[in-house]
């Protein structure tokens, strides 16, 4: 089956640090990969979204790559802020079995969290 | 990309009781997915519900814990039925976008403590 593997957090960074969180995906077809967002009692938000190999997704300051070869999608932010500080989830869509529906698979989230 | 609200945003209950949580969407969806999340957990995919057909639960869940209805293609209740303090959680409807790469939206959640 599919499975999407984050980096343990919590991450504690410096305001303006580099950011770089680690994603791997396990999928049976060719998925689509997505970030999420969810800030301190929020539902989840869309960050960005890749569809295919070498494809870039960014929002936010935030990319990540879609790298089939390693089956991965890091989260990388140059300069983090403050406001930035929130629960981050990688995810992948993948249609389940032969003309069947997109199921999404998440991973665990990563915490981020931002000092001044 | 469809919103969506979802009610209520919070509760306390009590064991034994059931609570019922709605999402409204603002536009026609074929999918809709019910999710939880426990204290610093990852999402758990509860069921799926489809219009018009019984909704698909995934392992460990079942309908007579939480019995789903889905009566038209912008509405879907999920209920949680005899609670205890094991189902303190946070609930969580969500739509698909458009395909493959559409991406999901996420009611806001509701966090629910049962006491």
């Known amino acids: 089956g599919n499975s999407v593997t984050q980096m343990e957090g919590p991450v504690t960074l410096s305001e303006e640090a580099f950011l770089t969180i680690n994603c791997t995906y396990t999928?049976?077809?060719?998925?689509?990969l997505f970030w999420y967002v969810q800030y301190p009692g929020e539902g989840l938000q869309l960050l960005l979204k890749?569809?295919?190999?070498?494809d870039k997704g960014s929002n936010k300051g935030f990319e990540a790559t879609y790298r089939k070869e390693t089956t991965s999608f890091h989260l990388e932010k140059g300069s983090v802020q403050v406001s930035d500080s929130a629960v981050y989830f990688c995810?992948?869509?993948?249609?389940?079995?032969?003309?069947?529906?997109?199921?999404?698979?998440f991973g665990r989230g990563t915490s981020l969290i931002v000092h001044p | 990309s469809a919103v969506i609200s979802q009610k209520p945003s919070r509760d306390i209950c009590q064991r034994g009781t059931s609570l019922t949580i709605q999402c409204q969407v603002d536009s026609q969806v074929t999918m809709m997915f019910w999710y939880r999340q426990q204290p610093g957990q990852s999402l758990t995919l509860i069921a799926t519900?489809?219009?018009?057909?019984?909704?698909?639960?995934e392992s460990g869940f079942v309908i007579d814990k939480f019995p789903i209805s889905r009566p038209n293609l912008t509405f879907s209740t999920l209920t949680v039925s005899n609670m205890s303090p094991e189902d303190s959680s946070i609930y969580l409807c969500?739509?698909?976008?458009?395909?493959?790469?559409?991406?999901?939206?996420f009611g806001s959640g509701t966090r629910l403590t049962v006491v």
């Open positions: 519900a489809n219009q018009g057909s019984e909704a698909t639960y």
């Open positions: 969500s739509v698909e976008g458009t395909g493959k790469s559409g991406g999901y939206t």
């Open positions: 999928a049976t077809g060719y998925p689509s």
């Open positions: 995810a992948l869509s993948d249609r389940q079995g032969s003309g069947g529906s997109y199921i999404p698979t």
């Open positions: 890749a569809t295919k190999a070498d």
